[in-house]
């Protein structure tokens, strides 16, 4: 015998997709701020290795 679901039981379920869609948007969305972080550390750093090189600080 198949169950049927009340409307209380689809608004619960609709309420769980709907908080995993967002949650998977923000952690959509931190990922690609994390990504942006890591560029701007990688070309920072390339940056700052340059110019120690430039001023013959390092070699």
Do not use: A, P
Request: glycine share 0%.
């Amino acid at each position: 015998m198949k169950e049927r679901l009340t409307l209380l039981d689809s608004l619960k379920i609709r309420s769980k997709e709907n908080n995993f869609y967002e949650n998977n948007q923000k952690l959509i969305e931190r990922k690609k701020q994390f990504i942006i972080s890591i560029k701007w550390l990688n070309s920072n750093d390339k940056f700052i290795t340059s110019s120690l090189k430039s001023t013959k600080i390092i070699s």
